[in-house]
């Protein structure tokens, strides 16, 4: 074959490979695959355009050449089989997220709900002016009791309506933008502070009962407990390895929640004047195969560290391969946060900013009252002191 027949075939197979090469790229980006398959889809159109070169331009034996060949695909069905792998193991590691919860069980008046009860009629009985309920997803459980005790019986959508749950930070701009009346969640964080000042929206924290924060590792971690000053140090980068606080010699993996949740404002305020380090991201594929990255739900590695509140790592998860830890030589339970000798309790609100709506006042107090602490305590909560 003559050498502009050559560049000819050479330019034709290469453009061709290169096109297909393009088409399986995009293929693999709108399915997620940015991270492994799309630089792999990229890497295997070079590689055999190289191939095509070296076949068409140099005297390499056929023998030599189709092993080079077979030794290149093997290399890549050996990279897919440990991408795939390492992908179902990391997948088969439990997790203890929000989105792992299921909500329906604690709707209002949904039969065979699991929802805490009163021993006697409310005191008080709504059936108009309804204020609309939000909040955090740990707290669902207690402010939908509160609302099948109080309100009409009818069905109360999770995502629309009287009685709805958004988590912690879209419960604060719904509250905010008056979509709501009254949320149920921990303190705000400072960005939300400044966006209710930005909008001239003054927040009233009304306190309605006690919570621990715990911190939490695999069940299967030696350490028993650490201090504020190790979270602080674990969580600004200072510490980085269990064996310093007692365990395992293990790189620390510690995980966090997204920024302005009620968690993630709690650590904020525990780390204090330290600076907290940069969280774990991964990838998200969203809608038409866009991706974001988003903070990383925890996943229960050996040398996992995360963090919640004690309700929703105990009742809601119900995790048995988690451990809480003890902190400050305290462990966090309901007579450590009754008698306020675990250090990271704190109370949780109920949040209103200036609703009109003339039940709002009525149902706070009615939640201070003895029905109302009763069903914080019997949901799982800590009431407030008498």
Not at 240 to 253: K, L, P, S, Y
Request: glycine share 6%.
């Amino acid at each position: 074959m003559k050498l502009l027949e050559k560049i000819i075939v050479c330019l034709t197979l290469a453009i061709g490979i290169a096109i297909l090469g393009f088409f399986a790229m995009i293929f693999t980006a709108l399915n997620g695959g940015q991270k492994f398959y799309t630089p792999l889809t990229i890497v295997i159109a070079v590689a055999l355009i190289v191939f095509v070169i070296v076949r068409m331009f140099t005297r390499i034996r056929p023998r030599i050449f189709k092993g080079m060949l077979v030794g290149f695909f093997i290399a890549v069905a050996v990279s897919i089989t440990g991408y795939e792998i390492n992908d179902a193991y990391v997948n088969s590691i439990p997790t203890v997220a929000e989105q792992d919860v299921d909500l329906t069980r604690f709707q209002p008046f949904r039969e065979n709900n699991q929802l805490k009860t009163l021993d006697q009629p409310s005191t008080l009985t709504l059936s108009s002016d309804l204020p609309k309920m939000d909040g955090a997803t740990a707290l669902y459980p207690l402010y939908a009791a509160f609302a099948q005790a109080v309100y009409p019986q009818k069905e109360y959508s999770l995502d629309y309506g009287d009685v709805i749950v958004s988590k912690t930070p879209e419960a604060y701009k719904n509250l905010i933008d008056g979509r709501v009346d009254i949320i149920f969640v921990a303190g705000p964080s400072e960005q939300q502070l400044a966006e209710a000042a930005e909008k001239g929206v003054e927040l009233k924290l009304t306190p309605i009962g006690r919570e621990a924060f715990v911190f939490f590792v695999n069940s299967a971690n030696p350490v028993k407990g650490l201090t504020t000053a190790q979270i602080q140090a674990i969580y600004s980068g200072k510490i980085t390895n269990w064996q310093d606080v007692g365990g395992r010699n293990e790189a620390i993996r510690a995980f966090q929640r997204p920024k302005n949740s009620g968690s993630q404002t709690r650590l904020e305020k525990i780390m204090a004047d330290n600076e907290l380090m940069a969280p774990p991201q991964e990838d998200v594929v969203t809608g038409m195969g866009g991706i974001i990255e988003k903070t990383s739900d925890y996943r229960n590695y050996q040398n996992a560290l995360g963090y919640s509140f004690l309700y929703f790592a105990t009742e809601m998860v119900r995790n048995g391969n988690i451990r809480l830890l003890e902190i400050d030589g305290i462990a966090p339970n309901k007579h450590t946060i009754a008698d306020k000798t675990y250090p990271l309790a704190a109370e949780f609100y109920a949040v209103t900013a200036g609703s009109k709506n003339p039940n709002v006042a009525r149902l706070i107090e009615w939640i201070l009252s003895p029905q109302g602490q009763s069903l914080v305590e019997k949901t799982g909560y800590t009431p407030l002191a008498p």
